[in-house]
């Protein structure tokens, strides 16, 4: 699998045996990773905080509470003010964090309480309390400690992981450390891109700590990440001597009466995804009217069954779901859609009439949101949440094809190796109406021009979130961004223009 070590998202299994390997290594046992960790730290903190003077560190019973305390010892040596709170120390003494404990209190370092943990003692927190090992919800005096925490508006810098989140799914285990930075150690991790870890890693920073790429060699990792700035390597090349027939017919169906707008969307979405022509199958209640401020869309009125199938045969790629509705019109158009055999992206109300009469496809996409997704599995959409990385596995497992899990931290099944691929940088401007039709035209249009299921899911996906971001710096923010934004700034994202 020939994905760059920097896009590789692994999970706890795969970090420890990274770890083992890195511990393995001449001169990097006997607390000397642990060292190069605390350095890491120290050099993050006063990134990002260069005005810092009194700084506080969270100490856990493990190797991030070593971390935490090698962390300590360097800044007080750098002039820093320092504030350690830790609970008692562990049963083995020899461990590389009870040594660098004990190197703390050597140099004269003091260790508060847990108990006496008070927010307004320090300007900046670091957060070296748990890392990828925990699995059961944080409780007890670490739960009120983080809850405080995050209560008090303090600027938090977690190492390697934000305390209580679950490093192989991005769930909160209870309550988790809200960070502004995490820095995370050796490798990055899928449960901090994903799910409610969004809200809890801040960014992050991967700090390799100075190991030889050889050590990532047949370690298993979770997911492979997709982030915006890959986008123009991916999209399909456009030659010079192209024209609109060799560039795919996408064919729109949905807009059931009263919901014309998000087929209309998802329509436009696709024209300026490169598609070479674009024809928006909808309802006749509004079909004269569906491109009066877009000419170049292609419009046709369907009242049956038949009416479609008559233009089915004639698209590249079909995009279906749009306000289609689950009605009797919307229930017709996507039984001839279903048993369509060409390239497919379903989305919004054929997820919903699919999830009534289940049925497998190897070659479609399929985009829910957690909503969706649980009408689909049977289940609720914090079940989905709970464990994305899963509900992926199981939706593919049910309906074939290729799956993207819509969400913070999109999951798109069918990856490099069959590993999930996780797409990043999305930003609140993009939670509004609209957006999801927008990306059901992307990806339509990308299987229009010929890409397999799996590539235009994730490629779609990216440039759906390269365009956002582009979108919020023309409109100097994301509050309120629209989805014509993100669809207007499709082709200057795939260029790379910034």
């Known amino acids: 699998m020939n994905v760059p070590i920097a896009n590789r998202l692994y999970g706890e299994e795969g970090m420890r045996e990274l770890d083992r390997r890195a511990m393995a290594l001449p ?91 008070a927010p307004e003692s320090a300007g900046v927190w670091v957060d070296c309390l748990f890392g990828i090992g925990l699995r059961r919800p944080l409780e007890g ?23 209580g989140i679950a490093i192989d799914t991005g769930a909160v285990l209870g309550v988790a450390t809200r960070a502004t ?22 960014q992050v920073q991967v700090a390799g700590l100075g190991l ?45 009466p009263g919901y014309s707008g998000a087929a209309r969307l998802a329509a436009v979405a696709g024209l300026r995804a490169g ?55 919307g229930r017709a158009l996507w039984q001839v859609v279903a048993d369509w055999s060409g390239p497919l992206v379903a989305d919004a109300d054929a997820l919903n009439l699919l999830a009534l009469a289940p049925r497998r496809r190897p070659d479609w996409v399929l985009t829910p949101h957690p909503g969706e997704a649980a009408r689909l599995l049977g289940s609720k959409a914090s079940a989905v949440n709970a464990d994305r990385p899963g509900s992926l596995r199981s939706l593919v497992d049910r309906f074939g094809g290729v799956v993207l899990l819509k969400g913070a931290g999109t999951l798109v099944s069918g990856g490099p190796g069959d590993l999930p691929v996780c797409i990043t940088g999305g930003h609140p401007g993009m939670a509004t109406a609209g957006m999801g039709d927008a990306l059901t035209g992307i990806i339509g249009a990308l299987l229009a021009q010929g890409m397999d ?40 994202s795939a260029a790379g223009v910034t």
């Open 181 to 202: 930075v995490t820095v995370t150690m050796i490798a990055d991790k899928l449960g901090l891109h994903t799910g409610a870890a969004v809200d809890h890693s801040g």
């Open 27 to 117: 001169g990097r046992g006997d607390g000397a990773l642990m060292e190069r960790a605390g350095e890491a730290l120290l050099q993050a903190l006063t990134d990002a905080h260069p005005e810092a003077r009194r700084v506080g560190v969270l100490c856990g019973p493990g190797n991030n509470g070593g971390d935490g305390f090698v962390l300590a010892r360097l800044a007080a040596a750098a002039g820093l003010e320092v504030i350690v709170h830790a609970g008692a120390p562990g049963p083995r003494g020899d461990s590389d964090g009870e040594r660098a404990r004990q190197a703390w209190t050597d140099t004269g370092g003091a260790i508060e309480s847990l108990e006496a943990f």
């Open 212 to 256: 030889p790429p050889d050590i990532h060699a047949d370690v298993p990792w979770l997911a492979s990440r997709a982030a915006a700035e890959e986008l123009p390597r991916r999209l399909p090349l456009r030659r010079p001597g192209m024209h609109k027939g060799d560039c795919g017919h996408l064919l729109v169906v949905g807009g059931a």
């Open 453 to 492: 299921a799996g590539p235009a899911a994730a490629t779609g996906a990216a440039w759906h979130v390269a365009a956002a971001q582009l979108a919020a710096r023309r409109l100097e923010g994301q509050r309120g961004m629209l989805a014509g934004d993100v669809i207007s700034a499709l082709p200057a």
């Open 275 to 329: 598609a070479g022509r674009v024809t928006l199958v909808t309802h006749p209640e509004h079909a004269a009217f569906a491109n009066l401020e877009r000419p170049e869309l292609m419009v046709r009125a369907v009242s049956s069954a038949r009416d479609l199938q008559a233009l089915i045969s004639g698209a590249d790629a079909v995009a279906a779901g749009p306000g289609l509705g689950q009605e009797a019109w």
């Open 141 to 163: 005096v670490y739960a009120g400690l983080i809850d405080r925490l995050n209560g008090s508006g303090r600027p938090v810098l977690a190492a390697d992981v934000p305390s």
